[in-house]
């Protein structure tokens, strides 16, 4: 059983900056990519940025330029850098990995359970 747990969510002013973390663990698993989804009140669940195994990103055209993803494969770690932040970013941000667990053949989509990240104007 793998865990993604989220970290470092809160509200901020328009603006400012909030680093996420999201730490996997649990028995012998491999990870490929990760990733930060996020979702607004009213709104479908939408990529914000993405990082392979070998480091290639991807962002939400939203978020480029202010944004920025990174991995840690040693200590099973994925962080989200988020400046400049905007009312409009206002979500939950969900955490999630492509994960392969020890004994089985197909890899599995986590999620961690969200944390709020809240933009004032």
């Known amino acids: 059983q793998v865990q993604l747990v989220e970290s470092g969510g809160g509200l901020v002013q328009t603006g400012g900056s909030l680093r996420l973390s999201c730490a996997a663990s649990g028995s012998s698993f491999s990870i490929n990519a990760m990733g930060w989804y996020r979702q607004a009140p009213g709104k479908q669940r939408e990529l914000v940025a993405s990082?392979?195994?070998?480091?290639?990103?991807n962002y939400a055209d939203s978020v480029k330029g202010r944004f920025t993803i990174s991995r840690d494969n040693a200590k099973n770690t994925v962080s989200l850098q988020m400046n400049s932040l905007k009312p409009e970013d206002t979500a939950v941000y969900y955490c999630?990995?492509?994960?392969?667990?020890?004994?089985?053949?197909?890899?599995?989509?986590?999620w961690g359970q969200g944390t709020q990240v809240t933009v004032s104007s």
């Open positions: 990082i392979t195994d070998g480091g290639s990103t």
């Open positions: 999630n990995a492509n994960i392969r667990e020890l004994g089985s053949r197909i890899n599995y989509s986590y």
